[in-house]
């Protein structure tokens, strides 16, 4: 089982948008054990995970890639993956260096809330490609 740890600055507020960040962890939960920390800066949290920060400086992925990567990157489900999310003041493109890789959802820039919401539900997509479940058409 995929194991996810998701680290946001602030969190999501209430309102349609943590309605669906519920959905979609509702949907992980036959995949992926997904953990979730709120922090005040922009920062690991995990030293042992495979730590993604969320930044518009990063790689951007097709869907099917990303799959493929997010197998790599939990070295066949037996790494955590922390992904992080800047708050809404975005990151300093200085910390970068202090994670192992950077993600992009799109070259487009979100309100941290809505880019959680997407990171969410982007990792759902991913594993039902990646068990072959039919979502991602």
């Known amino acids: 089982m995929y194991r996810f740890s998701i680290v946001t600055v602030g969190g999501v507020k209430n309102g349609p948008l943590a309605e669906l ?8 939960r036959p995949f992926a054990k997904v953990d979730v920390t709120e922090t005040k800066d922009v920062r690991r949290v995990d030293k042992n995970a495979f730590s993604v ?7 951007e992925y097709l869907t099917g890639d990303f799959a493929d990567q997010l197998a790599n990157w939990s070295e066949h489900e037996t790494r955590t993956i922390e992904f992080v999310v800047a708050g ?9 260096g ?11 820039t979100f309100p941290h809330d809505v880019a959680t919401m997407l990171l969410y539900e982007q990792l759902y997509r991913t594993m039902t490609i990646l068990v072959g479940k039919t979502y991602h058409y």
Do not use: C, I, M, W
Not at 21 to 28: A, D, E, F, G, T
Not at 98 to 108: Q, V
């Open 21 to 28: 960040v519920l959905h979609y962890q509702r949907l992980l």
């Open 53 to 59: 920060l969320l930044t518009e400086h990063g790689k």
């Open 88 to 96: 809404p003041f975005g990151v300093d493109k200085t910390v970068e």
């Open 98 to 108: 202090n994670f192992d890789a950077t993600l992009s959802l799109s070259k487009l």
